[in-house]
């Protein structure tokens, strides 16, 4: 995000007139919440909503000892109140931190400020899920969404299709079902203690419900962070059905909801339901029927803000129980509801889990074409393009893949496919635990790292890989040989360690001990971290990142996309594996003036029906002679590279073509017109 609005700064720059452009980034309280007590506690969102909610600020303006409340919220609640929130902020483009840096300043609360402003600015920029995702789209893009001139990007778009898939997908387990029931209790005491104080806040509830009005269009804008239905537009227009209208009888279906699931859960063998079948068996059991389900997230929204409940954190499994209950109440098609009983990679250890998963992408994403008349689809690693179409369900107007416009040959792409002893390496599962292989892999890292400076990524298919290699070559001494001439920093599932470990390896390759960094296709650091520079003159894919094909998500989604979209199972396996890799070695290039290599170590690189899902800009780099190397031709072929790196160069170009000029605009516009 940071990234993108730096970028638009300097375009805002060249702009004859930007006086009137606003353009900013909007992100949780968490990244945004400037209170000195809120914003260093760990729960950010709890403690907001102790001093932002409605009945909270009620309460403290009725008592004589008024409760402490959030001045910043206070006065950005006045400057709504007076319609003067925009002086509190001048056109120009602002970076989480400038929003933060302001909200200081102005003593007003940046997260509520950048909530209003979204309406009014000519650029926002947030995460995919803030679009994508029913629950937060409802709360945060409302606006957005009652203007459809508006253009929608998505950036780094290479993993739409996850994303989409997991917006509507929910696991449950047993740990899920016990926190739900004592949701429920918790519940069930606030309801009797309202009956006591305040019966008239759960009646004017009910007289809402029976008026058919949705609770969000009646909230201040301090209590619409609770009011988020995982519902289409179409559904909201229906009323919340009698049956669950009152208090009571709604957590009395909850009730009966959490010990249908806690049944299902006791099931000694593998299912796979259809939401259709799930629901009727809901219903013969329980006397929920779709309709119920349908509203279950709703209607729990709106009992939580009538009982004044802030810590919302402490209801997340009673929520996801509901999630899960509205989602197959709203969807008939591209879901599957699978029961296990034992984890595949743990046969012996029983932890059973329902698990609602979508296998259709295009569902969570059709909204966004259906109302927005641009829709832009983009991302370095967006290959093969073809595909993307088809498991978003569109037909796109223009698709264009474009090369990199490079000032000289800065990038080095090798494929691997032996050892010096020229044995083959690979990933595959009947090789990837022969001691050649992992020995051969380790001769490689040993090798590269006594040759290339500054740093190394290495990237392994899964954690419980990289964890067994790692161990192997700590046995075979290679991982001491490899730390004589760098350090070793290791991704780790935890975001905190992960961090640590990232800031220590910059700080090796600042002071130029260099280092080597072993990370995980798929993990954080391959999505978001850039090694440009010194800090990444290398990157090591170890094999070919499939998923895990024994899953039984990955196979009914696989079923799924066949039947639905006509896409074999071997052509997605490989579309997925390759854009991993790709989206990994792309870390190291991050600009004309940077340079880097990519050793792709796995002799299925050398097929081209693997190699020829690489994003183009990587194979125009990719040269015959660099496809089938053992470890002694690909450090020589390092070695040459690096020389050649160390030559001074021409950064305006060296006459050749990096710009595109306003002729190759116009001439791809009469390319699109005669589409």
Request: proline residues 4%; glycine residues 4%; charged residues 25%.
């Amino acid at each position: 995000m940071d990234k993108t609005l730096a970028e638009l700064r300097l375009l805002f720059s060249h702009l004859p007139d930007p006086s009137n452009l606003l353009a900013l980034g909007l992100s949780s309280r968490k990244n945004l919440c400037v209170h000195p007590q809120v914003s260093a506690s760990a729960a950010v969102d709890t403690g907001c909503r102790r001093l932002t909610a409605s009945w909270v600020r009620e309460k403290a303006a009725s008592d004589t000892t008024p409760s402490p409340l959030c001045d910043y919220f206070e006065t950005f609640d006045t400057a709504a109140h007076r319609g003067d929130l925009a002086s509190y902020i001048s056109p120009g483009v602002y970076t989480l931190a400038d929003l933060r840096s302001l909200g200081c300043q102005r003593r007003i609360c940046p997260y509520f400020l950048a909530r209003h402003l979204v309406k009014h600015a000519n650029v926002v920029v947030y995460t995919y899920q803030y679009l994508l995702d029913p629950k937060v789209a409802s709360i945060v893009s409302p606006e957005m969404m009652m203007h459809n001139e508006c253009v929608v990007v998505f950036d780094e778009a290479h993993n739409i299709d996850n994303v989409c898939i997991e917006a509507l997908s929910v696991t449950i387990r047993k740990q899920t079902l016990e926190g739900a029931q004592r949701n429920l209790r918790h519940i069930s005491q606030e309801i009797d203690r309202f009956k006591a104080t305040d019966p008239n806040k759960l009646r004017a509830e009910y007289n809402r419900l029976v008026d058919g009005l949705a609770q969000s269009g009646h909230l201040p804008i301090s209590d619409a962070w609770l009011a988020n239905p995982a519902l289409p537009h179409d559904i909201l227009k229906e009323a919340v059905p009698g049956n669950i209208r009152k208090a009571e009888r709604f957590l009395a279906a909850l009730w009966r909801l959490v010990g249908f699931l806690d049944q299902r859960l006791e099931t000694e063998n593998v299912v796979n339901e259809r939401p259709v079948s799930f629901a009727e068996s809901i219903y013969f059991l329980t006397g929920i029927d779709k309709i119920m389900l349908r509203f279950l997230y709703d209607r729990l929204q709106s009992l939580l803000i009538t009982l004044e409940i802030t810590d919302t954190d402490e209801f997340m499994h009673i929520q996801k129980i509901c999630d899960f209950a509205t989602l197959i109440g709203t969807y008939t098609r591209g879901f599957s509801i699978i029961i296990e009983p034992y984890d595949d990679r743990m046969p012996n250890i029983r932890d059973p889990v329902i698990q609602l998963s979508c296998h259709d992408a295009s569902l969570a994403i059709q909204p966004v074409f259906n109302r927005f008349q641009t829709v832009v689809v983009t991302s370095g690693t967006l290959s093969p393009i073809d595909l993307y179409p088809r498991l978003l369900n569109f037909n796109p107007v223009i698709s264009r893949s474009f090369t990199m416009s490079l000032t000289r040959d800065c990038i080095c792409p090798m494929v691997l496919t032996r050892g010096s002893d020229q044995l083959p390496v690979s990933t595959k599962f009947d090789m990837r635990s022969d001691p050649g292989v992992v020995r051969n892999y380790g001769r490689l890292l040993l090798e590269m790292a006594s040759a290339v400076p500054d740093g190394i990524v290495c990237f392994f298919a899964s954690y419980s890989y990289m964890d067994g290699i790692v161990s192997s070559w700590n046995d075979m001494g290679i991982l001491q040989d490899t730390m004589q001439h760098k350090l070793v920093f290791i991704e780790t599932p935890d975001v905190v360690e992960t961090t640590l470990a990232l800031d220590n390896y910059r700080k090796a390759c600042d002071c130029g001990r260099g280092a080597v960094f072993f990370s995980v296709a798929r993990g954080k650091v391959a999505e978001g971290i850039d090694f440009d520079r010194h800090y990444g003159r290398l990157v090591i894919m170890f094999g070919v990142p499939f998923q895990y094909t024994l899953s039984k998500i990955l196979r009914a989604r696989l079923e799924y996309l066949r039947e639905t979209f006509q896409i074999e199972e071997g052509d997605f396996l490989t579309f997925d594996a390759l854009r991993q890799a790709a989206q990994c070695v792309g870390r190291v290039i991050r600009s004309k003036a940077d340079y880097g290599m990519m050793i792709f170590a796995d002799k299925r690189y050398s097929r081209h029906d693997k190699r020829s899902k690489l994003p183009g800009w990587i194979l125009s780099h990719l040269h015959a002679a660099h496809l089938n190397l053992s470890t002694d031709m690909a450090l020589h072929t390092a070695r040459e590279f690096l020389r050649r790196m160390a030559q001074p160069y021409d950064k305006a170009g060296s006459g050749q073509k990096t710009l595109l000029t306003e002729e190759d605009l116009q001439g791809m516009s009469q390319d699109d017109m005669e589409m």
